[in-house]
T-cell receptor, first 111, second 114 residues
């Protein structure tokens, strides 16, 4: 069974700090990797995607991918209380293209 | 707004009722999905439609019946549900056939079965 693993948290960081969210996946054939943010009671919102090894930056967000280690991470710089949410890692199934979601990591940014 | 709308946003139904959830996407995508999200569980994929054809039925009970009349609309017909079916039901769409497979979600329908 293809899996995506995340620490459920909560991960608590002070305002202004860097939050680091991690995800591992089991399917070596996966090519596309996504981070979704989900506020309580809302639907998931796509915030980052990455296809190649290395880093991809978008504003305060950086996604990092290491396919050899089957590891993808999301860094949030200068964390704000409004970043408090659950972050879902999703990885495409290399055979079908379907997305496989992790259970999410809850981030709490304390003022 | 992501370009994916869902109605109703909230639904309370008894176990003997029949109701339908509706999803519409305005993104020009050709794949649509139904997911179920229960508390403390990962998103569960229920159904996938590519170009209006169902390509995935993830062992979903027959009390859930999907319908996709065209690439922009997706329905989930519900009948004789159980209390454990109470959850957030999410619709998503993507451009099938691209390497990205980025999916965009609608706001969801919060379903409570009494």
């Amino acid at each position: 069974q293809k899996e995506v693993e995340q620490n459920s948290g909560p991960l608590s960081v002070p305002e202004g700090a860097i939050a680091s969210l991690n995800c591992t996946y089991s399917d070596r054939g996966s090519q596309s990797f996504f981070w979704y943010r989900q506020y309580s009671g809302k639907s998931p919102e796509l915030i980052m995607f990455i296809y190649s090894n290395g880093d991809k930056e978008d504003g305060r967000f950086t996604a990092q991918l290491n396919k050899a280690s089957q590891y993808v991470s999301l860094l949030i710089r200068d964390s704000q209380p409004s970043d408090s949410a659950t972050y879902l890692c999703a990885v495409n199934d290399g055979n079908t293209g379907k997305l496989i979601f992790g259970q999410g990591t809850t981030l709490q940014v304390k003022p | 707004e992501t370009g994916v709308t869902q109605t109703p946003r909230h639904l309370v139904m008894g176990m003997t009722n029949k109701k339908s959830l509706k999803c519409e996407q305005h993104l020009g995508h050709n794949a649509m999905y139904w997911y179920k999200q229960s508390a403390k569980k990962p998103l569960e994929l229920m159904f996938v439609y590519n170009f209006k054809e169902q390509t995935e039925n993830n062992s979903v009970p027959s009390r859930f019946s999907p319908e996709c009349p065209n690439s922009s609309h997706l329905f989930l017909h519900l009948h004789t549900l159980q209390p454990e079916d109470s959850a957030l039901y999410l619709c998503a769409s993507s451009q099938a056939g691209t390497s990205g497979y980025e999916q965009y979600f609608g706001p969801g329908t919060r379903l409570t079965v009494t």
